[in-house]
C-alpha cells in the first residue's frame, strides 16, 4: 500500500480498530504453533494496513523493536507512545543489540516485558489523511497497581493521543489501556499450589475495577473539550460488570451495534475477541488452558457527546489460518456529526491535561530519529 502523503480527506465515519499485541512466550514453544515472533509482528502489519482503520490502538507493544517495526513499516500513520529510560530499559537494548547480531529480528514475546521501554505497553497509530496531532502525548499511571505481580515491573495505565480531525479541525482525544488480567487471590493460589494454572477468562478484580473507574473518570474530564475515544484490552468479561461506562457517559460501540448484528449473524450481543474454540493460543494457553473460553474482553467507547455514532462493529485479525495473538481484534466504524465543546480549550488545558501529565515526559517523534531494529 502506498503512503499518499498528507492531502485531508472527506470524513463522514471514523473507523478505530483495538488489538493486544500479544506478548506470548518466546519461540518457538508449542503454544504459537511455529509463528515465531518477527513473523508474526509482520503479518500483523499487513493485516492492520489491509483493514486502513483511521486509529489504531496496540496493547502489549512491550519493546522497542517491535514500536519501531509498526513505524517503519505503517508510513501512512503516525505513532503516539511514552518510553522510558530505566536501567532496565538499558540492559534490554544491550541485549537486543546482541541479538541482532545473531540475526533475530524485533520478537512479539515477553521477553520484552520486563526489559522494553515502551510505557505501558500502549501505542497509538493515527492515519496522517484523517487526523493530525494536537500536541504530545500525555498518560496516567493507575492509582492502584495491586492484585498483579509484575505491575511492580510494568505499572499500567492510560496512553492518550491528543488529535484534531483533518475534515472538520475538531479535537480528538483517543485513550488507550490495558487493564489487570489476574486478581491477586488468583495469582496468589498459583504461588502457593492451591492450584495448577490460572482462569481463562479473568474474574472479578477489585483493583481491576478501580483502574477501569479511574480510565473513565479521565475519559469524562477530557470529553469536556474534545471528543474522546476509548479503546482497549480491558480485561473484563462483560458479565462481571466492572465497565463503568454508562455512569461516564460513554457508548460502548459493542452493546449499541448489537441488536442490528445479532438480526444479521444471530448469536450473542457481544463479540468474543477471546476464543478458546477458536484461537489456539487462548485454548492451550501459557498458564490457563481455555478450550471453552469465550467471552470479549477488547472493547472500544465514545463519549456520548462527541458526535461519534457506532454503526458498525465487528472481530478483526481473527481469519487467518495461523492466529496472530491470543486476543482477536476489535474493528468499530463510527458516524461522525458535529462536536460542540462544552468547555473552552483554555479551561479544559489546565484543569485536565497539564495535571494528568505523566511523571516522564513524553517521547516525541522526530524527522530523521535513529533508526535501528533493537527491541526486547
Not at 46 to 74: T, W, Y
Not at 129 to 135: E, F, K, R
Not at 200 to 206: D, Q
Not at 302 to 328: C, K, N, T
Amino acid at each position: 500500500m502506498a503512503y499518499l502523503g498528507n492531502t485531508a480527506r472527506n470524513l463522514s465515519s471514523l473507523r478505530v480498530l483495538t488489538f493486544n499485541a500479544f506478548a506470548g512466550p518466546p519461540t518457538p514453544t508449542k503454544v504459537d504453533r511455529g509463528l515465531e515472533g518477527s513473523k508474526r509482528l509482520s503479518l500483523q502489519v499487513d493485516k492492520i494496513r489491509e483493514l486502513a482503520p483511521d486509529v489504531v490502538c496496540l496493547q502489549e507493544v512491550q519493546s522497542d523493536g517491535v514500536r519501531k517495526h509498526f513505524e517503519a513499516n505503517m508510513p501512512e500513520y503516525a505513532a503516539t507512545y511514552v518510553l522510558n529510560d530505566e536501567l532496565r530499559c538499558r540492559i534490554g537494548k544491550l541485549m537486543r543489540k546482541a541479538l541482532d547480531s545473531a540475526g533475530a529480528g524485533p520478537q512479539t514475546t515477553i521477553s520484552g516485558f520486563l526489559l522494553g521501554p515502551v510505557q505501558a505497553g500502549l501505542m497509538i497509530l493515527h492515519r496522517r489523511d484523517t487526523l493530525v496531532a494536537d500536541g504530545p502525548a500525555s498518560a496516567i499511571t493507575f492509582d492502584d497497581q495491586s492484585g498483579d505481580l509484575l505491575n511492580a515491573f510494568r505499572p499500567r495505565g492510560v496512553l492518550c493521543a491528543h488529535l484534531r480531525l483533518r475534515a472538520d479541525n475538531s479535537r480528538i482525544v483517543v485513550a488507550n489501556t490495558h487493564a489487570n488480567s489476574e486478581s491477586a487471590s488468583q495469582l496468589g493460589g498459583m504461588i502457593f499450589g492451591a492450584y495448577s494454572t490460572l482462569p481463562s477468562v479473568p474474574l472479578s478484580s477489585t483493583p481491576r475495577r478501580n483502574q477501569l473507574n479511574q480510565l473513565f473518570v479521565h475519559a469524562s474530564r477530557l470529553s469536556l473539550h474534545s471528543r474522546v475515544v476509548v479503546c482497549g484490552d480491558l480485561n473484563s468479561a462483560p458479565e462481571l460488570g466492572e465497565i463503568p461506562a454508562n455512569e461516564h457517559r460513554f457508548i460502548d460501540a459493542t452493546a449499541a451495534t448489537a441488536a442490528n448484528r445479532q438480526r444479521q449473524l444471530g448469536g450473542t450481543p457481544w463479540l468474543h475477541s477471546w476464543d478458546g474454540t477458536r484461537n489456539p493460543l487462548v485454548a492451550a494457553g501459557w498458564l490457563s488452558e481455555g478450550h471453552d473460553a469465550r467471552t470479549q474482553l477488547d472493547y472500544i467507547f465514545a463519549a456520548q457527546d462527541s458526535g461519534l455514532e457506532p454503526e458498525e462493529v465487528s472481530l478483526a485479525l481473527d481469519d487467518g489460518p495461523i492466529p496472530l495473538s491470543d486476543h482477536f481484534g476489535v474493528l468499530a466504524r463510527f458516524g461522525v456529526h458535529q462536536f460542540r465543546p462544552q468547555q473552552s480549550d483554555h479551561v479544559a488545558t489546565t484543569s485536565v491535561e497539564r495535571r494528568q501529565m505523566p511523571k516522564l515526559p513524553p517521547h516525541t517523534v522526530l524527522p530523521g530519529e535513529e533508526s535501528v531494529v533493537w527491541g526486547i
